[in-house]
């Protein structure tokens, strides 16, 4: 069948490329549709693999691939990383000087070309379309596709007109990208582009590997230095809302040692592009700005993203936390929330003169609010606001990690309940709470409300309680704030429910952070990795491009997992394909070879010294599960969480440890079984041929769970000792 071979070469350009063993979800489909020539419309979130989508049908499919991108630092950057792939591409924009771009179109005329990057309004102009219709094209691809819809949240003028190559080149495919998840804006790009007939692939928009947490916020500077102890010299955004802020912020953060730079609109463009420059090259480690920063950066090792105020809205949370994390290792968003930044948003929403608009505004700050303050999984209430339903609570929001605790409040939402009724009226939280707690205040005195049967039925508990109980009782449903009536306190039909008999539950208040969690680590030789960060940077420095063209992260992470000390095994490390084998595999093989033989090597896989020797694949291949829980182990996320994302027990991942290691491939049990790991394989090199299994256990000197002991087995087989 022909779908089969397009498959197979599809995976062979993977490989061979890319370095990469298995497509991601949808990648593969959408390739394939592409392949058959059909239009379609990818819907997927930041850092889910949309890059692959058009390259390798651009490569695989006769002509040149015509990539759409509205920023140039974009293009430059994935022209870069391509090249270094071994792939020609080139792009045509108003960087270039007059010659380079008479010699970009050249190429491009000869059929030189697998992939052009354009901005749109060169591709339309008279010359270009000309130029296209003379040259053989394999498909068009609209990156960033949001871009054209006004609803989006970063319109871009020169987009509109791309529609138009719909019916200029009826018989190119098209494919239109886009991490938007906002369904308005969706409709919006497909009429535009005229994709109504394209078959749309919508991912989940997920990001399991960004952890969610929201603080108080208290004293930020101090909250915000304590949080990148975490995180030391790792690469991370800060986003505060007005220019003062991110000045202030980011000399407080220097002077406290870190490499940090302001970011925001009103520095001048050549300064700004200096430090997004520097920001991508990992000389700056962490950027302050304001939300004028991101759209430009496709930095994909950024492993924080912290609010420092409440952003505008859960979409603009989300498009800022996402570009945590592209790389797919464990990475957080840190969210600072305080009552001050709400009231501040509030009144200026009141100064918005059109009521629609106002109303739109007012939904959206309440979805922010009830994010932040949320008592159940963060994930939840985030996918939920897109219409994403999450079954299980996913294990990695602080609410997940440290679940407040609850008690039965039934008691306080009933004298709530009876205090809202009695005032029925214009009257919003703080004075319901004063209400209740026996104010007499001049207000309260006015309206008689010292008359009420309420009042001062909660005295014993303090307003900041008050005030969460009844924040609570609203999330719950069964009061709202009726914003028209400058947010009064009313019961819903929910609120019939309240001393039914059914006890209402609600979290404890605990004032101050909740943190005690501790960070997922990665199973790596962190030694190892510093040593190939620094080479990576040599070698960025000396080809002048960022030093996530020559290996990412993930890639230098499972090197220092795996320590390939030949071509060989170098070669099955993801992200290493032939042409960067051929560059840099020397270089870093050298290296390894030198850590491992320096003894430095002796915490992860130390194996007599022998390469890596269960790369020859052997035994079952993998199920759709091993393989994506062997994706996640090699991303670093840990044992624990890749239980808890899979909802089963630790059990149940260690048996599929075990699978994955019976089919050839690494699983690091010497890290996984820690200092203990040498005494046990002498004891099992030792043991009695002739004992069971159980007597062999029984008689090691370590304590293993039947897990950990079949690891272990598992483990000597692979490497042929037993
Ligand atoms: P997006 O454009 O959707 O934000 P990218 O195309 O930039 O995402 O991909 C994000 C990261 O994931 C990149 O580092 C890319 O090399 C990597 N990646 C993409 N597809 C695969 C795959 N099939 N296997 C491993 N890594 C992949
Ligand atoms: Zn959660």
Not at 213 to 240: D, M
Not at 460 to 487: C, K, M, P
Request: glycine fraction near 8%; include cysteine.
């Amino acid at each position: 069948m022909a779908t089969k071979k397009v498959k197979e070469q599809a995976r062979k350009i993977l490989k061979d490329i890319f370095g990469y063993d298995n497509f991601r979800p949808m990648q593969e489909e959408i390739i394939c549709s592409l392949m058959d020539g059909k239009d379609a419309f990818v819907l997927m979130p930041t850092g889910g693999g949309k890059s692959l989508c058009y390259q390798i049908p651009a490569i695989m499919r006769e002509g040149t691939g015509i990539v759409v991108s509205p920023l140039i630092s974009l293009m430059k950057d994935q022209v870069d990383a391509l090249t270094a792939c071994g792939v020609k591409a080139a792009y045509y924009n108003s960087s270039l000087k007059a010659a380079e771009a008479k010699d970009v179109l050249a190429r491009f005329e000869c059929g030189d070309l697998d992939l052009l990057y354009a901005a749109p309004e060169r591709l339309l102009s008279k010359g270009f379309l000309a130029k296209m219709d003379q040259v053989k094209l394999a498909m068009f691809a609209i990156d960033e596709a949001h871009c054209v819809s006004q609803w989006g949240h970063d319109f871009r003028p020169e987009y509109v007109r791309l529609g138009e190559l719909r019916q200029i080149f009826p018989d190119v495919p098209m494919l239109a990208l886009t991490a938007t998840a906002d369904e308005h804006t969706r409709e919006d790009i497909s009429d535009r582009l005229q994709l109504g007939k394209a078959k749309r692939f919508v991912a989940s928009f997920d990001r399991p590997n960004i952890r969610y947490l929201v603080a108080e916020k208290r004293q930020p500077l101090t909250q915000i230095l304590q949080f990148l102890e975490g995180w030391s010299n790792c690469s991370g955004i800060i986003y505060c809302l007005s220019r003062k802020r991110v000045e202030d912020l980011a000399v407080n953060l220097q002077r406290h040692g870190i490499r940090a730079a302001a970011y925001h609109a009103g520095i001048p463009g050549r300064s700004r592009e200096k430090v997004q420059d520097d920001f991508l090259r990992d000389r700056i480690k962490v950027i302050v700005a304001t939300i004028a920063f991101g759209m430009g950066v496709d930095k994909p090792n950024v492993r924080f993203v912290i609010h420092h105020d409440l952003p505008k809205s859960i979409e603009s949370y989300y498009q800022e936390t996402g570009r945590a994390g592209r790389d797919g290792l464990e990475s957080e968003a840190l969210m600072l929330y305080g009552s001050g930044d709400v009231n501040l948003v509030r009144r200026l929403i009141e100064n918005v003169e059109n009521i629609d608009q106002r109303r739109v505004e007012v939904h959206k700050l309440n979805s922010m609010v009830a994010f932040s303050e949320a008592l159940t999984c963060r994930r939840r209430v985030l996918l939920g606001y897109f219409g994403e339903p999450l079954d299980e609570p996913c294990g990695n929001c602080d609410i997940c990690l440290d679940p407040p605790e609850t008690y039965d409040a039934t008691e306080f939402a009933e004298a709530a309940l009876q205090c809202v009724r009695e005032i029925n009226g214009d009257f919003g939280m703080g004075y319901i709470v004063d209400v209740l707690r026996g104010s007499k205040n001049a207000r309260i005195l006015e309206h008689k409300h010292d008359k009420l049967k309420s009042h001062g039925s909660g005295a014993d508990i303090n307003a900041d309680e008050w005030t969460s109980i009844l924040r609570q009782l609203v999330h719950h449903g069964y009061f709202v704030q009726d914003v028209s009536r400058r947010a009064a306190m009313l019961a819903t039909k929910k609120a019939e429910r309240i001393g039914n008999g059914t006890p209402i539950m609600l979290a404890k208040y605990q004032p101050g952070i909740r943190r005690h969690f501790k960070r997922l680590g990665m199973p790596r030789d962190e030694a190892l990795f510093k040593k190939l960060v620094k080479l990576r940077e040599d070698i960025a420095d000396r080809e002048d491009v960022p030093p996530h063209v020559v290996f990412s992260d993930v890639t230098l992470t499972e090197m220092s997992q795996r320590k390939p000390v030949s071509e060989e095994s170098m070669r099955t490390i993801s992200g290493v394909g032939q042409h960067k084998l051929e560059e840099y595999g020397e270089a870093f093989i050298a290296l390894i070879n030198k850590h491992v033989e320096s003894g430095d090597g002796k915490k992860g896989t130390k194996v007599g010294g022998k390469d890596i020797p269960m790369l020859i694949a052997k035994g079952p291949g993998l199920n759709e599960t091993q393989t994506y829980i062997l994706s996640l182990y090699r991303k670093g996320v840990s044992l624990e969480d890749i239980a808890a994302q899979q909802g089963v027990s630790e059990t149940t991942v260690l048996k599929h440890y075990v699978a994955i290691i019976r089919a050839g491939q690494h699983i690091d049990v010497p890290a996984f079984i820690g200092d203990d790991f040498d005494t046990l394989m002498a004891e099992l090199d030792n043991a009695d041929p002739y004992a069971s299994l159980t007597e062999v256990k029984r008689d090691l000197s370590v304590d293993l769970n039947n897990d950990e002991f079949r690891l272990l087995l598992a483990w000597r087989e692979a490497i042929g000792v037993a």
